[in-house]
Nanobody, 120 residues
C-alpha cells in the first residue's frame, strides 16, 4: 500500500492551495483519512481528519480556512487550504487507516510529505 501526496508549493499569504493524497495497492477498505503537518523544529500536528462516512475534525488553527474531503471511489483525500498564513508553512503528510486483503486488519499508513510554504 502506498499513499502519494501532491499539490504543495509556494504561495503568498492569503492565497490557496489544494493538496491531494491517493492510496493505492491491495486495499480492502479505508477508515479514517487525514492530514498532519510538521514545521521546522516542531512536532507533527493534526490538521484535519475525515471518516469514511464523511465526519470531519479540524485543528482549531485551521477551522474556517481549510476543508478536508475524500473520494471513496478513488481512495483519495483532499485538503483545500484558503486564506493561508505564514504559520501554515510546513511539510504536510497524509495518513490513512487501511484494511488490506493480505492482513485483513486496519494498519496506519503515511504519505511521503509535501512542502507548503506561505511567504511573500
Amino acid at each position: 500500500v502506498q499513499l502519494q501526496a501532491s499539490g504543495g508549493g509556494l504561495v503568498q499569504p492569503g492565497g490557496s492551495l489544494r493538496l491531494s493524497c491517493a492510496a493505492s495497492g491491495s486495499i480492502f477498505s479505508i477508515n479514517v483519512m487525514g492530514w498532519y503537518r510538521q514545521a521546522p523544529g516542531k512536532q507533527r500536528e493534526l490538521v484535519a481528519t475525515i471518516t469514511s462516512s464523511g465526519s470531519t475534525n479540524y485543528a482549531d488553527s485551521v477551522k474556517g480556512r481549510f476543508t478536508i474531503s475524500r473520494d471513496n471511489g478513488k481512495n483519495t483525500v483532499y485538503l483545500q487550504m484558503n486564506s493561508l498564513k505564514p504559520e501554515d508553512t510546513a511539510v504536510y503528510y497524509c495518513n490513512a487507516e487501511i484494511l488490506t486483503r493480505a492482513t485483513m486488519r486496519f494498519d496506519e499508513y503515511w504519505g511521503q510529505g509535501t512542502q507548503v510554504t506561505v511567504s511573500s
